[in-house]
């Protein structure tokens, strides 16, 4: 019992729930009689000023709660001392003796509880706090004197606005900047309000030491070479391997370099995806420096899309598996259109060629600059919004050199319009793994299934024997809610799907791959515990770009 309420969520949860009590005492009235005790002792503003600080404090340590959670040593030191502080803030503002022994308690506890404490700051932290540091206070300044110049009733004769200004920088931190009142009562509240300033500039400079940093950085140049060299030897291993050289993403490496995990820390949450690039005997070198790295830190580690081996590997290094889906394979040398089962493709083959359109498949590296151009522009013209989604199986990138094993697949008409395009890179030397997927809206119906086709029969002639198309997220509550038999469970789970399925493609992408008879490979979602998964899914959801912040935030977290 003792142990749990020393640790990071137990001390989490106390902080919280004082920090609440906090604030509610600092919004009640205090008693009277007790405040004529302080003010017997003090001058007469001590106990407002003390209010008012008391509920900034509270206010800084319910955002702490959170970071505490993480194990940041950071937000156990700030915690620390502001507990201190709100003893004597409690005893200030109206002798609140009950209040102040609740919050010396939770201080010998922070004190006893300094070694489960361990977690470094984000990094990239130290830009954003020097700016609100400096900003600020610049800010309330600015704010404080505007203030007191528009409202000056109670300000002495002569008082110019050089003195509005001095005033309003000192009191921030509750010291007088000279400033005369012609009543005591005036200067009170004009004391009040530019000390909650200075508290809100505490509050924002405590948010930017405790807001995460969105990862160490992206793929270095001398990375990326590093995992291209991996990818050389062991890149058949994993269909999601090539997507490793993502700009945005991270990678860190198993001290004998043979292997690697890749992953982007999205809030507080380290997410990888895909299996472990590299040697699979050395995978476990690579998951235990992952997984260090984000106890170093405080990070929740998460899997996105791992297969049936990754999972098992993870699940060695302590962590949970939950099948999350399937990815539909292409077996070429199995594939084609005849059979009653591949109707649905056969017919909309046909449509294709008697509307004269056309495919070709080409590997990137042979593509010349005009049609590398005319293939981005019409990517971009094509795409549903104005953000790229994809992270576990999307590049970010379409046709650049490096990705020159790559193969794209353009429909045209018969003029030479694009009308739609298919991008595949390398899964190993023998097989391609689908990366973007657009099409002209306004074109014949059944273009995708005419490339998807049309790439199938030439892969044999470019040395490539499997496809990898979309992931069908929960494949299997489709393939066996709608089956005679199925139970009630199923059957509520299958009906939750399809209403989810009008916000997100999730039955459509099942039946876009299921109409080509692929051989389903199960994935899974590998995570600490439980309780982690909302944070998990969260994390997902903005990776993939499906929760997007607004862009003035975005450029925030940027700067």
């Known amino acids: ?94 002798f609140d003796v009950e209040e102040a022994s609740v919050t010396l308690a939770l201080f010998v506890l922070l004190l006893s509880s300094r070694p489960s404490f361990t977690a470094r700051p984000d990094p990239r932290s130290l830009r954003r706090v020097l700016q609100v540091a400096i900003a600020g206070p610049l800010l309330a300044t600015f704010a404080g004197w505007l203030w007191l110049a528009v409202d000056a009733d109670g300000q002495a004769a002569g008082t110019t606005q050089f003195d509005r200004l001095r005033e309003a920088f000192f009191g921030l931190v509750g010291i007088s900047g000279g400033m005369t009142f012609t009543q005591q009562r005036d200067g009170d509240h004009a004391a009040i309000a530019l000390v909650v300033l200075g508290a809100t500039v505490l509050a924002a400079l405590l948010l930017a030491l405790m807001m995460p940093a969105d990862g160490p950085h992206g793929l270095s140049a001398d990375e990326d070479v590093a995992v291209r060299e991996i990818l050389d030897s062991w890149g058949k291993v994993d269909s999601l391997s090539y997507f490793a050289t993502r700009a945005d993403r991270s990678v860190i490496f198993s001290k004998s370099g043979k292997s690697a995990v890749s992953y982007r820390v999205v809030g507080t949450v380290s997410l990888a995806a895909g299996d472990p690039l590299g040697d ?122 490096r990705d020159g094993d790559s193969v794209v697949v353009l429909c045209r008409a018969e003029d030479g319009t694009l009308r739609g395009l298919l991008n595949l890179v390398p899964w190993g030397a023998d097989g391609l793994s689908l990366d973007l997927m657009r099409r002209d809206r306004d074109t014949e119906n059944g273009i995708v299934e005419y490339m998807v086709s049309e790439l199938a029969a030439e892969c044999p002639g470019m040395g490539v024997a499997r496809i990898s198309l979309n992931f069908a997220v929960f494949r299997s509550v489709f393939a066996r809610g709608e089956r005679l038999g199925a139970g009630p469970v199923l059957r509520l789970w299958h009906g939750v799907l399809i209403g989810l399925s009008r916000f997100w493609q999730i039955e459509s ?51």
Not at 12 to 20: E, I, P, T
Request: net charge positive.
């Open 280 to 401: 699979p005997e050395a995978w476990s070198g690579a998951i235990d420096a992952w997984l260090a790295e984000a106890r170093s830190y405080g990070w929740v580690p998460a899997v996105l899309g791992v297969s049936e081996a990754g999972a098992r590997a993870y699940d060695r290094a302590g962590l949970d598996a939950l099948e999350m889906g399937d990815e539909a394979i292409l077996d070429v040398s199995c594939f084609s259109l005849t059979g009653r089962s591949m109707r649905v493709v056969r017919q909309a083959v046909s449509r294709c060629e008697r509307a004269d359109l056309s495919v070709t498949c080409t590997r990137v590296r042979d593509l010349d600059d005009a049609t590398r151009a005319e293939i981005r522009q019409r990517a971009d013209d094509w795409r549903d919004g104005p953000v790229e989604r994809g992270f576990s199986m999307a590049l970010s990138r379409v046709v650049e050199p």
């Open 1 to 94: 019992m003792w142990t749990s309420l020393r640790s990071p969520a137990g001390i989490a949860r106390l902080v919280a729930l004082v920090a609440l009590m906090t604030i509610a005492s600092a919004a009640s009235p205090a008693m009277s009689d007790r405040v004529r005790l302080v003010t017997q002792v003090l001058p007469a503003a001590f106990p407002a000023a003390a209010t008012t600080g008391t509920l900034a404090v509270g206010v800084m340590l319910l955002l702490l709660s959170r970071a505490l959670r993480r194990g940041k040593f950071r937000a156990w030191l700030l915690a620390t001392i502001l507990s201190g502080i709100t003893v004597v803030l409690n005893l200030i503002k109206g």
């Open 509 to 559: 992408l099942y039946r876009a791959n299921a109409k080509y008879q692929p051989e389903w490979v199960p994935r899974f979602l590998c995570f600490r515990s439980a309780g982690d998964l909302p944070r998990v899914a969260t994390a997902a959801l903005r990776a993939e770009a499906f929760l997007v912040a607004p862009l003035w935030f975005e450029r925030f977290l940027l700067n």
